[in-house]
Structures are given as C-alpha cells and as structure tokens.
C-alpha cells in the first residue's frame, strides 16, 4: 500500500519538474518579450478594386504603430465584409523590421454596371424598374432576387 501512495508523488515531482524546465527553456531570462507592432498595413487588390482604399482604410480599425492583436484583424475583416463589396478576404501576415506588415489581399464582387429589361409586353419598363432591388454601381449578388415576385 506504500508504494502504491509514493508512485503518484513521484510522479507528481516528475511533472513539476519538466513544467519548470519548460518554463526556463522558454524564457530564459525571465524577461517577457513586448508584443509585436503593426509596422505597415498593405492593401493588395484580386481583379479590378471593388472599393477605394479610403473606404478599406476606414473599415479596418487596425493602425500602423499600434500593438498587433490577431483579434482585431479578424474584427477588421468581419468589418469589411459586412460592407458587401467583398467576395474573398485573406490577410497575410509578414516579419518586418520591428513588428509585422499586414497585407490585406481583397477579392471584390462583381459590380452591377446596367440593368437591361428586354421582352416585357405586359408591364412597362417603367414599372419593373420600380421594382428593382438591385441597383446600378451595387456589388452583384448572385443570391439576391432582382425583381419581387408579387
């Protein structure tokens, strides 16, 4: 019964002992090292710009010089899709001198550059444009239905 209570100490030390080793292999001078900094914020456009930098730029609430928190860059990104004119969003993140450079690479959403009504005998051209959704310079989406039903 007394070597059955002593192998779980020992065990115990065991486990504390390698936490401690870990611990100073990791940080061996007990210094904890400052968090990186946003060095530069690069914006790299797939296909033609589906907004101006000035408005990506104040989607984005990550700032050059500030502390780098991954959290915020997913917020950011969230923020930009939430605008609607992106399909894809991917942000790269590369050593820099002092920090990190972030490069937001933005895929946007086709554009809506006219609305042709062909073939309309029953309603007037006029009436069904009333009743567009969709307009003119919006992003397009594929999911959304251009003239109401009823």
């Known amino acids: 019964m007394i070597k059955s209570m002593q192998r779980p100490r020992g065990l115990l030390w065991a486990l504390c002992f390698m936490a401690a080793l870990s611990l100073a292999a990791q940080n061996q001078e007990g210094i904890v090292p ?18 101006s930098d000035s408005l990506i730029l104040a989607n984005i609430r990550v700032k050059a ?16 899709y939430a605008t609607g004119y992106f399909k894809n969003i991917r942000v790269n993140e590369e050593p820099a001198d002092g920090g990190v450079k972030l490069v937001y690479v933005l895929q946007g959403k086709l554009l809506l550059t006219d609305i042709r009504i062909t073939g309309n005998k029953e309603i007037s051209t006029s009436k069904l444009k009333k009743t567009l959704t969709s307009k003119v310079g919006q992003p397009w989406n594929d999911k959304k239905v251009l003239l109401d039903a009823q």
Do not use: F, Q, T
Not at 36 to 51: C, D, M, Q, R, T
Not at 65 to 79: A, K, L, N, T
């Open 65 to 80: 010089g500030e502390p780098y928190m991954p959290i915020s860059v997913d917020d950011d990104v969230r923020s930009l």
């Open 34 to 51: 400052p968090p990186l900094n946003v060095v530069k914020i690069e914006l790299k456009h797939v296909g033609p710009p589906a907004a």
